[in-house]
């Protein structure tokens, strides 16, 4: 009988965690090296804005400015609140059309992105290259370029002064359709067609299949489309309003 060969340490380890392990393992701590510092650098600018909500007016406009606040006060919260009562629109209308318009924009747009990802990814049609490419060339505008032809579409079809000026223009946005389209991209053609042969139908694939492995993907794409703000997607059509 042959012995068998004794197994590596290494492959062992790969075996018993796998390769994206559920718990810590010591192979993340170089990860967390390189991670925690690029997270404090990034999280620097967030910090910096809250922390400019709580100084007084001599620290808000010190020079040099100050990063941390030393004298932290409520006044420039009820500076506003007590300004907008007196005047015809309060401040909680200001944040009740912020809510509203962030969370539809939010739903509707990656309800669209991954219909259209999903469409580019996995259907073959005739026209998909051409749809494609301009969707590409699309990438190259940003939304200060088409401010103002999208101003002049808005004001033609009637939707000044409404919530929908606000969200219709950012329901398709060509970096989320990229985005979703290229993560759609890696899933396996067996897994839509297993769907199919069960008879599952284009919207259940998308409901039951594409959207619930597309998870991260929207976590990703948070990111590039709340551009106005910088924060999330929620935040970008927020930033509209200022």
Request: one cysteine or more.
């Amino acid at each position: 009988m042959k012995k068998e060969k004794p197994v590596k340490k290494k492959h062992y380890r790969l075996k018993k965690n796998g390769i994206n392990p559920q718990h810590f393992t010591t192979g993340q701590i170089k990860f967390y090296i390189f991670l925690i510092p690029l997270c404090v650098i990034m999280a620097l600018p967030i910090v910096f804005i809250f922390m400019n909500a709580f100084k007084p007016l001599d620290e808000l406009f010190a020079y040099p400015p100050r990063f941390y606040v030393r004298n932290p006060t409520w006044n420039n919260f009820n500076a506003l609140f007590t300004i907008s009562s007196t005047s015809n629109i309060p401040a909680s209308r200001y944040l009740f059309n912020s809510v509203v318009s962030s969370v539809i924009t939010v739903l509707a747009t990656l309800v669209i992105s991954t219909a259209a990802g999903y469409v580019l990814s996995k259907k073959r049609f005739r026209l998909r290259p051409a749809l494609m490419e301009i969707n590409n060339l699309a990438l190259m505008f940003c939304s200060v370029a088409v401010a103002i032809p999208r101003y002049f579409v808005i004001a033609n079809i009637g939707l000044l002064d409404s919530f929908w000026a606000n969200i219709i223009p950012l329901l398709a946005t060509p970096v989320g359709v990229f985005l979703v389209k290229q993560f759609i991209d890696g899933l396996p053609d067996a897994l839509i067609e297993a769907a199919i042969i069960d008879g599952a139908n284009d919207y259940q694939i998308l409901l039951k299949i594409i959207m619930p492995l597309a998870l991260a993907a929207y976590w990703v794409l948070n990111l590039p489309v709340g551009y106005l703000c910088g924060f999330t997607l929620g935040l970008g059509p927020w930033g509209l309003f200022i």
